[in-house]
């Protein structure tokens, strides 16, 4: 709000959150101090309020780095930059970021009519400098490209790197939520199998199942490239009251491309250690120490194992057999298969089939 108020950042939710006072936080969702997500109450809608706080171009294996000690300096672009220049320095980002993808000059107007935070045509300083630094997050890039499909949470607007996105109803995919105190002393094993127990009916759980596949056709080989989700786990996910998949936390889906620039010559003893995020493994170059650039496993084969037992309990028996054959299937799917972008949309598809045909007729729907 110091820098709103000096006018060197502008955008939707400032006066909103500064001057108006009518954006304001709620419960605190996030355990963690850099990576900070609240309730927020905005009027009378409700959303998720995020706010980065670590370096966006520090990238964390296996350990999160310390809380960011320097507030972003919003320095960028500086004063007397021109609309076209700005959106020459949007361009080359990224073609940074996505290599020559899609339409990057489409994706560049889309960002530029989303900086323009109070609607009236023209971008100002203060709305580009804040603009420039959510475009370093891959979270709000993601976003944007992925604004107008079904499981990605609606934008509803930002200031400087805050942003804030509408709120899901369930935020973890099963499970119950238990005082942090009493999370200390049940084992994992028993704790996992526990969640299993607090899911929603079975089909139920398909349709939520089914949103998962279609975001997983989404971030597949779309227009600006493939990304890699690297972090698939249940708390990342949530659905509505209409069992409509959204994806919580997009923080770990990061472009092919610059997950590959990240990995590369990376050093390492053993493939231990070329793992970006929770989930995204290379295999280490024996002869050369070096972490290869190849992720082994694809999006594909981490949703299923994700699924497996989430969808296998309380499966009809009538369609059991087949859909642990499916399941297995694909949690065997490889990158580096022959013919693997043919076998992973077979596999997709023979998966949402099976599931659809057997909840299409149910309210559930």
Partial sequence: CDKYKTGVIDGSACSSLCAKETLYFGKCLSTKPNKQMYLGIWGNLQGVIKCQMEEAAQFDFGTDPEPRKEIVLFDKPTRGTTVEKFKEMVYGLFKAKL???GNLSELVNLILSFADG??????SLPEAKSAWALLQLDEFLLMVILQDKEHT??????????YVIERVEYTSLY?????WIIELFIPSGFRRSMDQWFTPSWPRKAKIAIGLL????????????NFLMCD????NLGYNDKYDLKMMDMRKIVPEMNLKEIIKDRPCESDVDCVYGTDCRTVC????MRCTT??????LAKVCQLLKDYLLRGAPSDIHEELEKQLYLCIALKVTANQMEMEHSLILNNLKMLLWKKISHTNDS
Avoid: W
Wanted: with cysteine; aromatic share 8%.
């Fill in 232 to 235: 698939t786990s249940a708390k």
């Fill in 153 to 162: 949470p609606k934008l509803m607007g930002f200031c400087g790197d805050l």
């Fill in 175 to 179: 499970g119950i939520s238990l005082p």
């Fill in 285 to 288: 170059d024996q002869s050369k």
């Fill in 214 to 225: 279609e975001f997983v056709e989404d971030v597949f080989h779309g227009p600006y490239g």
């Fill in 118 to 123: 109070n609607k009236d045509g023209r971008v």
């Fill in 99 to 101: 290599g020559e993808q």
């Fill in 294 to 299: 190849e992720v082994i496993q694809p999006n």
